[in-house]
């Protein structure tokens, strides 16, 4: 029992995104995730938002990612209707080998805590698969409550939870 924990340790370290780390983390997105963007999509997404935008790193090996954008519109938990610069988590992946070892959990409090204290915005939100169990509670561990059901959201048709926490 104590050799099979001590595999699913394992050092990483967040740091901030690079334009040399966009091959890997298209290579995470397409093995990780049923929605896909075009390569300049990450591009656009690190040069406009990359004080946000963090990778996982093992050894020089990008394993995951969190990619932001950042956004003015109306509120997801204020009750009145009111205007306010808000984050977006627009994509974040794992590779599976490496779940479940709090990398999605440091990926995201790393970029929610850039979204706030560098580019000023006061929540965060974000759209998750109604069956993506473990993306859902690592949500809700980190403060997001469902918002509302987006239905058939993804390509599949699939729904999404709209999520949403303050900063």
Known sequence: MEFAEATKQV?????????DDIDQIIRINRL???????????VE????????FYVADINGEVVGYIMPRIEWGFSNIKQLPILVKKGHVVSIAVLEPYRNRGIGTALLKASLKAMKEVYGAEEAYLEVRVSNYPAIHLYKKLGFKEIKILKHYYADGEDAYLMACPL
């Open 32 to 42: 990780s995730l049923p929605e896909n963007y075009p390569y300049y999509f990450f």
């Open 11 to 19: 050092d990483f370290k967040i740091r901030l995104a690079r334009m």
């Open 45 to 52: 997404h690190l040069r406009e938002y990359g004080a946000a």
